[in-house]
């Protein structure tokens, strides 16, 4: 286990694996973001948040998962659905009465490690008022809001060709790193570095799955639909349904996995349909007896739910991945908040032995916010971020 601190922002961070093939966040920085100020977390395959009420655990893991939003091309209204909360509290407004914040992060990647920076304005209008991507010291684009009676920011990014950037309007309502795209032609050597450190930071932040399991929901019997497993985990047994169908050498490591951390005797996980066309999840104890999953105590249903978001991939979990870059080429993160809510430290223990076996491959990524990290020391390769003052 590896225990860090939160630090302040003297500049970029080292990455330990400048040009792994898959891209991930490997740092994310909210330099002015609620209770956070000039912030910096190194995060690893497995990360945890750890540290007392109000530290700010949840914003943390909040400000990963409204990156993400953005990176998949959502508007700030989506990303921030209430933007007065995330500026820094004592923030005082500006002569024309405007507050914001600040965040950013690190992807990693084949393109080596690349910063994307955002500020946003959230008073009196919610816009981005500027925006930086770099790579080392190039800066691959910039955005600055020049009139704020303009809903656009002037961006300029790099080219290397004739002029030595290509300037143009973008929306101030969503990121301008995954516009890119649809406004750079690649038609030189830098324009398609561009491109190239685009596509990593996006990516890195549209592989993300943020999930907060929900006993209450997740006992009632639901009805068929797509077998996605949505963030609540409420439509368990539909996804159970599916997995067990389409999957059983998952579905066997699964119930193994149950087995490890729930009470009582687990031969198998079933799903059946009701005569009322919903389904219902059942655990198979052996000798004919089954529990229903309405029976299991809440840290058993978060236990199993979070285990199999571990096993499971983007074809199984409601996430939007990049349709055009392989999914061998895609880490999954899993954004857990709470994540050891109602449970006991040995459930905790064996989701984040799963959790490190997964990870192993690298297709699979963690960060939670919990409690009490203890459980953490017996498990190798996690890092604590412990924000106690």
Not at 148 to 160: C, E, G, K, L, Y
Not at 189 to 204: C, I, P
Not at 348 to 358: D, G, P, S, Y
């Amino acid at each position: 286990m590896t225990v860090s601190p939160a630090v302040p922002l003297p500049g970029p961070a080292a990455v330990t694996d400048p040009r792994p093939d898959r891209p991930s966040i490997t740092e994310l920085r909210l330099s002015a973001f609620a209770g956070h100020r000039r912030a910096r977390f190194t995060l690893g395959p497995l990360t945890l948040f750890t540290g007392p009420s109000g530290s700010g655990k949840s914003r943390a893991l909040q400000a990963y998962a409204a990156l993400s939003r953005l990176g998949g091309g959502a508007g700030l209204e989506e990303a921030f659905p209430d933007p007065v909360a995330c500026v820094p509290e004592g923030a005082r407004p500006d002569a024309q009465r405007r507050r914001g914040f600040r965040v950013g992060c690190t992807a990693a990647g084949p393109e080596g490690p690349v910063r994307l920076d955002v500020a946003v304005q959230a008073e009196p209008e919610l816009r981005v008022v500027g925006e930086r991507l770099t790579s080392g010291d190039l800066v691959l684009l910039e955005t600055a809001l020049r009139d704020p009676a303009r809903r656009t920011v002037q961006a300029a990014w790099h080219t290397a060709g004739s002029s030595p950037v290509t300037r143009g309007p973008l929306p101030d309502d969503r990121l301008g790193t995954a516009l890119l795209p649809l406004r750079v032609a690649g038609k030189t050597d830098g324009q398609r570095r561009v491109l190239a450190a685009a596509e990593q930071m996006v990516v890195a932040l549209r592989s993300v799955f943020a999930c907060d399991p929900s006993p209450r929901w997740m006992r009632a019997p639901v009805p068929p639909g797509e077998g996605r497993l949505m963030p609540g985990c409420d439509n368990l047994a539909e996804v159970l349904l599916r997995t067990r169908a389409e999957c059983g050498r998952r579905h066997a490591l699964l119930t193994a996995a149950v087995g490890a951390g729930c009470t009582g005797r687990v031969l198998d996980l079933l799903a059946e349909p009701l005569g009322d066309g919903r389904v219902r999840a059942l655990v198979d104890r052996g000798n004919g007896v089954c529990t229903p999953l309405n029976l299991l105590g809440d840290g058993e249903l978060r236990y199993l739910a979070l285990a199999l978001v571990l096993l499971t991939g983007p074809g199984v979990l409601a996430v939007d991945p990049v349709g055009e870059v392989p999914a061998a080429l895609q880490t999954l993160t899993v954004l857990a908040d709470r994540f050891d809510r109602c449970m006991d430290r040995r459930q905790v223990r064996e989701l984040l032995q799963l959790a490190a076996r997964m990870s192993e491959r690298g297709h699979v990524r963690l960060v939670g916010a919990v409690s009490d990290a203890s459980g953490a020391a017996e498990v190798d390769g996690v890092t604590v971020v412990d924000l106690s003052p």
